[in-house]
């Protein structure tokens, strides 16, 4: 196992983690282009190592060792403040309005954690499978 974490430590690959090799790329802000260019910069370096192979099907996508990650493999969220729909405590709200709108929440740690005390979660598309990486920011 290990990590990298960028000196701005907006940018991290873990390796050896559930997907083995699991890579991030964040900012604050509103520029969600930004942070997917930097993201696509680095898998361009990455995949250009000789020896590194990405297991991938033209129709499938990107083939990982996690389903929920089967297609394009990219995970894009926001954490956002929704006090309106959290104010219970609770996701349940944000979910009946998201889910019709193909949107997954969650906790802000991740998948099965608490939503923040201040009614910030963590909202992204819920295909990742025929979709493109660039759809997924639109």
């Known amino acids: 196992?290990?990590?990298y974490v960028?000196?701005?430590k907006q940018f991290i690959?873990?390796?050896?983690?559930?997907?083995q090799l699991r890579i991030m790329c964040m900012k604050k802000g509103t520029c969600l282009n930004e942070?997917?260019?930097r993201l696509k910069e680095a898998l361009d370096t990455v995949e250009s190592i000789e020896g590194i192979k990405f297991a991938h099907s033209e129709k499938y996508g990107y083939v990982t060792s996690c389903p929920s990650n089967l297609g394009t493999g990219m995970r894009a969220s926001v954490h956002i403040k929704i006090p309106n729909l959290t104010s219970d405590g609770t996701e349940a709200k944000a979910?009946?309005?998201?889910k019709p709108l193909g949107l997954s929440v969650r906790g802000v740690g991740g998948e099965h954690t608490p939503i923040g005390a201040d009614g910030t979660v963590d909202i992204s598309p819920s295909a990742r499978l025929q979709i493109q990486e660039a759809e997924i920011i639109c």
């Open 1 to 3: 196992r290990g990590c």
């Open 95 to 98: 979910k009946l309005v998201c």
């Open 13 to 19: 690959i873990w390796f050896g983690e559930e997907d």
């Open 6 to 8: 960028s000196d701005d």
């Open 35 to 37: 942070v997917f260019n």
